[in-house]
Each structure stands twice: as C-alpha cells, then as structure tokens.
C-alpha cells in the first residue's frame, strides 16, 4: 500500500481503496505471525509504513503477553470471529496508553489468515468522562448553594461574637479572637469561590475569534505569572469562528496556561507551554435528552514540559478538590470543566512526564443555524502584573 521512497504512490485498487478510507486501523496477519498488509490507519496508530510492517511479526509491536496474540490462535483455532474490548496496547514507542476494541476475524478465503481491526476507545471514554465531570459539576452547585445557606449565616454570628470578645480581651486572647476571625473569612472566601457553581444562567453565545482569546491570555501570562517561559503557537488560521462566550473562553485558558506555567516553573529557562488549534471534523457527542448530535470540530490544545499529572489523579482531575498542589483547594479545573460544558463542548488531560496535553473541543459557530446569537466584543483587561478577569482571578490558582 506504500510506495518505495521516491516514487509515486500507485493507484490503490477498489479493495485497497476501501481499506484506506477506513478510520480504524486494519492488519492481515499469516499464519507465521507475520503482518502481510495494513491500511493507512495502520501506519498512523504505529507510526510505521505498511512497507516496514510488512517485515514485521505483529508480537514485535504489541506487548509482551498482550491478549491480541491469544485472541488471534483463539481465532485460529475455532474459525470464529472474536471481539474484546478495552484491551492496552501501549508501548514506549506508540504511547503508554493505547485502549483499544479489538475485533479479530478469520480470512475464509485463506485458510490461516486473521484479520485485526483496532478501534480507539479515545474519543468514546472522553465522551463518558466528559458526562461524569458534567454530573460531578451539578453535584458541586447543590453543595455550594447548600453552603451559602447554612453555613455563611453562622459564620457572620461567630465571627460578630469575636470581635465583641477581642475589645475586653487579653494581649494573649486577642490572638485567638484573631485567628477566629481570620478562618472564619477563609471559609466565607471559599463560599464565595464555590457559589461560582451555582450560576445556571444560560451562557450569551456568539462566534469568537479563538486565536484572539489565546494571544490576549499569552500577554496576561507573559506580562505576570509565565514572564519568563518560552510560548510556541501552532495555529491554524483557517478555523471559523468558535460559538462561545469569549470572556468564559478567556477564563479557560488563563486557567489552564497559569496551570502550565506552575508546572514548568521548576524548569527555568527550558520551560515551555504549546498553544495549538485545529480542525478535527467527525468528533460528535451525544446529548443525554436531546436527539441531535453536537459536532466538535475545533480542538483547542495547551501543552507543557512539565513533570506531568500523577497517574492515579487523572481520572478524576476535573472533578471537585482534585488538586496536586498542597495548599490548592481543587476548584480551578472543576470550574473549567463546568465552563466547557456549558459550551457544550469536551475538555481531556493527557499526561506523562515532560508532555502534558489539555485538550478542549467545541463547537463552531454556524450563521445558518446560532443566528439569534450575537457576537462578544472584546474587554480590555489590564495585563500588567499578570492581573486576570475579575470573573477567573479567583479560580486559576488552585487549578491542578
């Protein structure tokens, strides 16, 4: 399916054709082991030509022990197909995680022969997990409003009764009135932090110019927190218009660069953070109570080098107090998972060390059909000393 280095690529067949326009990868495998062909989705999952696959046996891609090899001799053996799903094919090469549905079939006509079809779980668990951070959110807006009642009330009394008690009060006992005071405006600030989830109001949409969201927070981060770290655009100045509220698109990404920059900061002068845009046509997501689809054609990238989130947090990043900071309180992701999903969009963190990749996918403005909305014009916001909107000043600090 690949041609020799130099020369053109020959006209596929009706066969091969069909094979390559296939978004899952495809393998025919001997019954040696040896991998005979791959389509071209192939050669983008392992990152190999089909001309090199060709001299490979598919136990030298796949993990020591990886179940695709035992499904194979099971298929083999009985002459029936076989599916598994979420199976690991990760390896150092490839990524460390590759979740994939594998549906291993035998070739009829050529006795022995097996075919592998891979299938990403990729874009299906961010679509579970996106659900789950939406679920998560509505948990945290009942918590905040129950807060606010119950607990905001007492505080003010208690608060109140010490400092009546610090006028007649000791040197030594006026320290303690003191510390009453002050925890107690620590949890009201909190309060007031997490009553940010219990605005439901619908969101005032219309097509924002992302690459102008993404340079107006590069010069807030560059003139403040990430003075001193090195930024790298890869933009695609084709992309239409995003439909979004451009003051909650700059609240999420000022979260996440701020996030960025406190985990390269350890790294001095090789610290840097990636902003990239691109379109990535056929990402859909499923509404729970609506019949229509949701496209997701722009993805929207902030990358570091940083030392990368710890594994075991990562399921559960965006949720409420997930924090790796120890003085954080968790809240900054949650609150931009919530923002992105009020977008109706998707927001994912993949990470390992010195590569770590948030990735956010929304939805773009369509004339025919957001009409009714009206373009966002832009603040001006003050960037000296790294100063943020008043709406994410309280929010980017405690985001991972």
Known sequence: MTAVAGQRRPVPSDSEAILNALPNPVLLIAPDGKIIDANMAAESFFEISTQFLRRQSLKELVPFGSPLLALI??????????????????????GRDRQVDLHVAPLTERPGHIVVMLQERTIADKMDRQLT??????????????????????LSGIRGAAQLLEQAASSEDRMLTRLICDEADRIVTLVDRMEVFGDDRPVTR??????????????LAQSGFARNIRFIEDYDPSLPPVLANQDQLIQVFLNLVKNAAEAVAELGNDGEIQL??????????????????VSLPLEFCVKDNGPGVPEDLLPNLFDPFVTTKPTGSGLGLALVAKIVGDHGGIIECESQPRKTTFRVLLPMFNPAKNFDDKPIDDKNLDPSNGDV?????????DAR
């Open 73 to 94: 001799d099971q298929v083999r053996a009985s002459g029936s197909p076989v599916n598994e799903f979420k199976v690991d094919l990760g390896t150092p090469r490839i």
């Open 133 to 154: 951070h939406r679920s998560a959110a509505r948990s945290v807006i009942a918590l905040a409003a129950m807060l606010a009642h119950e607990i905001k009330n007492p």
């Open 206 to 219: 219309g097509p924002v110019n992302i690459h102008s969201v993404l340079d107006h927070v590069k010069r």
């Open 276 to 293: 990239t845009t691109a379109f990535r046509p056929g990402v859909r997501l499923s509404v729970p109570g609506k019949k229509s689809r």
């Open 389 to 397: 909107p008043a709406t994410s000043a309280h929010t980017s600090q």
